[in-house]
């Protein structure tokens, strides 16, 4: 069993900053891939970024420059660096890991909400 815990969701200004950070408990396999989704109210859940074990990264052109992804493996955590906050960042996000199609894990979410 995987347990996946995101923090650092909370309400701030258009052009602001947040840092996700999701930790991870349980069976881990390896390799895997860590990513952020993020889930808008009345939309699709869609992928923001993913990181590998071996730290190649991919991102979704609307957070491309402003969102930076890392992870630290002693530490079996995530990271969501979130800077230039727009408003349509507004969405629950939420941390997955996976390894092929049998090991596929998700988090509770956090709110991230961005005023105007």
């Known amino acids: 069993q995987v347990q996946l815990v995101e923090s650092g969701g909370g309400l701030v200004q258009a052009g602001g900053s947040l840092r996700l950070s999701c930790a991870a408990s349980?069976?881990?396999?390896?390799?895997?891939?860590m990513g952020w989704y993020r889930q808008a109210q009345g939309k699709q859940r869609e992928l923001v970024a993913g990181?590998?074990?071996?730290?190649?990264?991919n991102y979704a052109d609307s957070v491309k420059g402003r969102f930076t992804i890392s992870r630290v493996a002693a530490k079996r955590t995530a990271y969501l660096q979130m800077n230039s906050l727009k408003p349509e960042d507004t969405a629950v996000y939420y941390c997955?890991?996976?390894?092929?199609?049998?090991?596929?894990?998700w988090g509770q979410g956090t709110q991230v909400t961005v005023s105007s």
């Open positions: 990181i590998t074990s071996g730290g190649s990264t």
């Open positions: 997955n890991v996976h390894a092929g199609t049998w090991y596929d894990y």
């Open positions: 349980g069976i881990i396999v390896s390799p895997n891939t």
